[in-house]
T-cell receptor, first 110, second 113 residues
Framework: GIQVEQSPPDLILQEGANSTLRCNFSDSVNNLQWFHQNPWGQLINLFYIPSGTKQNGRLSATTVATERYSLLYISSSQTTDSGVYFCAVPRGGSQGNLIFGKGTKLSVKP | DAGVIQSPRHEVTEMGQEVTLRCKPISGHDYLFWYRQTMMRGLELLIYFNNNVPIDDSGMPEDRFSAKMPNASFSTLKIQPSEPRDSAVYFC???????????FGAGSRLTVL
């Protein structure tokens, strides 16, 4: 089945710094989503981005489907950005049967 | 919109006891998913429903697990009997037909002693 790998596994930033998180996937996909799991465990969808680039405030994401990777950019990081960032792709044709990567744990220090 | 509602938020039980987790999806969402999150296995899909009908239960670990969706606004995930290895956070998620984005509930943290 499709494999999803995220890097780095852990990231520590000083508040205000920028960062790039990466997600590689082993097969072509028509759906890729980025989620943020906050320190209280809540999973929040950040982006649905099967291809191209999207921006939402200080966050942006780019997916290059032909090269099977996606990047999540966080600019001017804040302590509230801390948590785990997951990318997820569908298994087969099911849009809901998402396969999650192991995540990148981000800690932003004040 | 109150989002996806799960209960209980925390459950501590003893091995062998029955556990029932509950989920109310977002009104109008046709798909409902149960995920489990553990340190070892990460987030994995257990089962999902479309219009109250189970579509794929291949992720359900064993017969001790069962899930039902008696109507469009309610689903349960039951573990009987529970074992310590079932300790995890169980998430429910829903989405509308034709939509791509899942909305997750806050999760139910289960601890089996």
């Amino acid at each position: 089945g499709i494999q999803v790998e995220q890097s780095p596994p852990d990231l520590i930033l000083q508040e205000g710094a920028n960062s790039t998180l990466r997600c590689n996937f082993s097969d072509s996909v028509n759906n890729l989503q980025w989620f943020h799991q906050n320190p209280w465990g809540q999973l929040i969808n950040l982006f649905y981005i099967p291809s191209g680039t999207k921006q939402n405030g200080r966050l942006s994401a780019t997916t290059v489907a032909t090269e099977r990777y996606s990047l999540l950019y966080i600019s001017s990081s804040q302590t509230t950005d801390s948590g785990v960032y997951f990318c997820a792709v569908p298994r087969g044709g099911s849009q809901g049967n998402l396969i999650f990567g192991k995540g990148t744990k981000l800690s932003v220090k004040p | 919109d109150a989002g996806v509602i799960q209960s209980p938020r925390h459950e501590v039980t003893e091995m062998g006891q029955e556990v029932t987790l509950r989920c109310k999806p977002i009104s109008g969402h046709d798909y409902l998913f149960w995920y489990r999150q553990t340190m070892m296995r990460g987030l994995e899909l257990l089962i999902y429903f479309n219009n109250n009908v189970p579509i794929d239960d291949s992720g359900m670990p064993e017969d001790r697990f069962s899930a039902k969706m008696p109507n469009a606004s309610f689903s349960t995930l039951k573990i009987q009997p529970s074992e310590p290895r079932d300790s995890a956070v169980y998430f429910c998620a829903s989405r509308a037909a034709g939509a791509n984005v899942l909305t997750f509930g806050a999760g139910s943290r289960l601890t089996v002693l």
